[in-house]
T-cell receptor, first 112, second 116 residues
Framework: SQQGEEDPQALSIQEGENATMNCSYKTSINNLQWYRQNSGRGLVHLILIRSNEREKHSGRLRVTLDTSKKSSSLLITASRAADTASYFCATVRNTGGFKTIFGAGTRLFVKA | DTEVTQTPKHLVMGMTNKKSLKCEQHMGHRAMYWYKQKAKKPPELMFVYSYEKLSINESVPSRFSPECPNSSLLNLHLHALQPEDSALYLC???????????????FGPGTRLTVL
């Protein structure tokens, strides 16, 4: 089963609005990553936040991490039509090798 | 070069066929991965190679057979697949492999596989 669960499953907003996606996970983590996937394409790494960090920024992206609630959020500010994609959180489980587990993902649609 | 390439982009095969998916990276990464992704679902890990050795096999059926000929190449050999194996197959690589729980994975564009 997937470690991370995301909500909402789908989000539709107007260009210029902010988009917030949430991710919850079940076990202890050292870090959490967010990836983006354009339709039918490979995933692209967006940002990594370590367990001792509470917030991290990268351009228009803001990620928060609350280890007490085992949750993370990804905020995209001033969204653009080009931000239309699926966004996945990912955690790593050490099972003798490092296994990345992706959340269910949020499909974001930004209307021009 | 920060690219992971995958061939072919699309593959249609019958249940009795044998085919192979190929993945290549020239970033000097020591870990390579195969994922399977069904429509509107997250990628699911299949195999991990670290330093050219299979380190994780997620209980994948034997009709999928991975091979890592060298540190830059990763193959997935397919034989006697079922229609439910139709999916997007993604290859990825990362720098550190076994030591890297902070590894960023670089993904290829995927192979869209259809099994008839």
């Amino acid at each position: 089963s997937q470690q991370g669960e995301e909500d909402p499953q789908a989000l539709s907003i107007q260009e210029g609005e902010n988009a917030t996606m949430n991710c919850s996970y079940k076990t202890s983590i050292n870090n959490l990553q967010w990836y983006r996937q354009n339709s039918g394409r490979g995933l692209v790494h967006l940002i990594l936040i370590r367990s001792n960090e509470r917030e991290k920024h990268s351009g228009r992206l803001r990620v928060t991490l609350d280890t007490s609630k085992k949750s993370s959020s990804l905020l995209i500010t001033a969204s653009r039509a080009a931000d239309t994609a699926s966004y996945f959180c990912a955690t790593v489980r050490n099972t003798g090798g490092f296994k990345t587990i992706f959340g269910a993902g949020t499909r974001l649609f930004v209307k021009a | 070069d920060t690219e992971v390439t995958q061939t072919p982009k699309h593959l249609v095969m019958g249940m009795t066929n044998k085919k192979s998916l190929k993945c290549e990276q020239h970033m000097g990464h020591r870990a390579m991965y195969w994922y399977k992704q069904k429509a509107k679902k997250p990628p699911e890990l299949m195999f991990v190679y670290s330093y050219e050795k299979l380190s994780i096999n997620e209980s994948v059926p034997s009709r999928f057979s991975p091979e890592c000929p060298n540190s830059s190449l990763l193959n997935l050999h397919l034989h006697a697949l079922q229609p439910e194996d139709s999916a997007l197959y993604l290859c990825a690589s990362s720098q550190q492999g076994l030591a890297g729980d902070t590894d960023t994975q670089y993904f290829g564009p995927g192979t869209r596989l259809t099994v008839l």
